[in-house]
């Protein structure tokens, strides 16, 4: 099949939406556009079984109990903001303590920044070099007033998994609330949140082939009743946690690619690893100094993310950006103008950030592009390298850290 | 972000790519920017010594795309010049030549150090002799 360019590999940042899954969401924005909330019409029972099917599919996925138990939201930061600043709010009387990573996605963090000025405490636990939480650096950090523990269930950078079954178990063991931020993982990995113990998961519709513009907070129940404080008042929606009204064909795609992901999650899974472990390999028999970033073994399947020693990350997307769609860990491609901070959390050195390059295969990724990409990075690193000081540098002998850099 | 035509030319077609001995007559290296900032340009200069003339400017570039452009750019401007007017390259003529955009602004002050690091470190180490052969030749 002839490739057709450009090759998005970007798949940690956003995903196609599945054919089937807009096919399911198309009816309810025109013929079934009713109110799930308009109780006493025909139009708004349509909507209310429909928002209720999604509500199973997307329940079924995570193994939770009661399809009451998810939230709808506008996508995953909200629900992230809505399980730790409702949790913040709702528990101020037994404590202010919250214990998360330095490794979480921004929302997580930037929430936890806020509560830090409103008078909470929040413990960041840093990683190991494999980009993996110590859950005895867990269990050290909790206080009789920790209330809340969030860590991410995959990292969106480098893939790692993290021990959230171990981490669940700490955290029913000492009574506290367990949040993880499961956007990356949801439909691609297996999820638990009965076996693993997790009190509130965030998820997000756009990275499984469902829509943007829709998440969900799932909300224990039972064992215990998590309450959490709303964000938005309105309507009294989603059992009172998220007013507004339900976005009905979102929400069905939400559910359809749900119930896509749990059909197809181990044989799709096989074989993005199997791609993934392809232009792994590739790269890294092609090229010295070339390092993984995260764990060899516990990450996401379609997750490779790989340092480039001596050049820098947004250079290479450049030489690739009419070809392939990859993100780079780069202080040149992000917003803040500061390199990546997960990559930073390894210990491995500001200057590896910058020279990290993230590839996130998908359901529609062919062994032709995977193919293509990895010869391509080859190529176009292999010509930077040429161009770089720091490489002739290195390949002098000279130590790198024993040079006075004149930083401008 | 998109890139000017010219960032994209100088990026796939980088002008004067490569090193000159660090100790040959007439030589000036500048070494500026450092690894964690995400960017290292080395830019050299070779000055004939009896004239004072640029004759020829190699560089080697740890950035982006538009710290790359910039580096090449300013090897070719500095071909050809003496090493007076090469000192009043600035790099807002980098940044207008290459239109790059005030996030990028920071990579033609480097280029402009890195020229200013390259010229010094010639007057250091060649300036007397080129202050003598002016004189003999006058």
């Keep these: 099949m002839a490739l057709k360019f450009p090759i998005f590999m970007d798949s940690h940042s956003t995903t196609a939406v599945d054919p089937r899954v807009l096919e399911a969401m198309l009816p309810y924005f025109t013929e079934k556009f009713g109110h799930p909330g308009s109780r006493n019409h025909p139009f708004g029972w349509e909507a209310e079984a429909a928002a209720d099917k999604a509500r199973e599919q997307v329940a079924r996925l995570i193994s939770a109990r009661d399809p009451k138990e998810v939230v709808f939201t506008s996508g995953g930061t909200e629900a992230i903001n809505l399980a730790i600043k409702g949790v913040a709010e709702m528990y101020r009387e037994k404590g202010t303590h919250i214990v998360t990573t330095a490794i979480e996605q921004r929302a997580g963090l930037d929430v936890c920044k806020r509560l830090e000025r409103q008078g909470y405490q929040v413990t960041y636990l840093p990683v190991g070099p494999d980009g993996l939480v110590d859950v005895e650096e867990v269990r050290k950090a909790i206080t009789d007033k920790t209330i809340l523990i969030s860590v991410m269930f995959a990292n969106n950078e480098i893939g790692t998994i993290q021990p959230i079954a171990e981490i669940g178990k700490l955290a029913k063991e000492k009574g506290i609330i367990f949040h993880t931020d499961a956007t990356q993982a949801v439909g691609k990995i297996p999820v638990d949140v009965e076996a693993m113990g997790i009190d509130l998961l965030s998820t997000t519709a756009h990275m499984i082939y469902g829509p943007k513009g829709v998440g969900a907070l799932y909300v224990r129940r039972k064992n215990p009743r998590v309450r959490i404080a709303p964000m938005i008042d309105g309507g009294g929606h989603e059992r009172g946690m998220r007013s507004g009204t339900v976005p009905v064909p979102l929400v069905v795609g939400f559910g359809k690619a749900a119930e896509i992901c749990g059909a197809v999650m181990a044989e799709e899974g096989a074989r993005l690893r199997a791609l993934r472990d392809k232009l792994q390999d590739k790269i890294l028999s092609s090229l010295d100094e070339a390092y993984l970033n995260g764990h060899p073994e516990k990450r996401l399947p379609h997750n490779l993310n790989i340092s480039f020693a001596y050049v820098e990350g947004e250079s290479v997307l450049m030489g690739l950006n009419k070809e392939a769609a990859l993100a780079s860990g780069s202080a040149c491609t992000s917003a803040t103008l500061e390199p990546s901070y997960v990559i930073a959390a390894l210990g491995v050195g500001a200057e590896l950030a910058h020279s990290s390059i993230r590839f996130g295969l998908h359901r529609f990724t062919t062994e032709e592009e995977v193919e293509y990409v990895g010869d391509r990075t080859v190529q176009v690193v292999t010509r930077l390298r040429e161009m770089s000081p720091l490489y002739e540098l290195a390949k002098e002998g000279v130590d790198l850290k024993s040079i006075q850099w004149k930083a401008s | ?138």
């Excluded at chain 2, 200069?45 to 452009?69: M, P």
Aim: with cysteine.
């Design chain 2, 1 to 138: 972000m998109a890139y000017s035509d010219k960032v994209i030319d100088h990026y796939n077609n980088p002008r004067n790519v490569g090193s000159f001995p660090k100790e040959a007559p007439g030589v000036g290296t500048g070494l500026v920017g450092a690894p964690e900032c995400g960017d290292v340009m080395k830019l050299q200069i070779k000055v004939n010594v009896d004239t004072g003339v640029i004759e020829d400017a190699r560089f080697k570039t740890f950035g982006c795309g538009s710290a790359i452009a910039s580096s090449s750019l300013a090897t070719e401007w500095l071909k050809g010049k003496s090493v007076d007017e090469a000192a009043k390259i600035k790099n807002t003529d980098i940044v207008n030549e290459l239109k790059l955009p005030p996030v990028k602004i920071h990579c033609s002050v480097l280029a402009e150090d890195a020229i200013k690091a390259a010229l010094a470190d010639y007057r250091g180490k060649w300036g007397k002799k080129e202050a003598a052969a002016g004189a003999a030749a006058s």
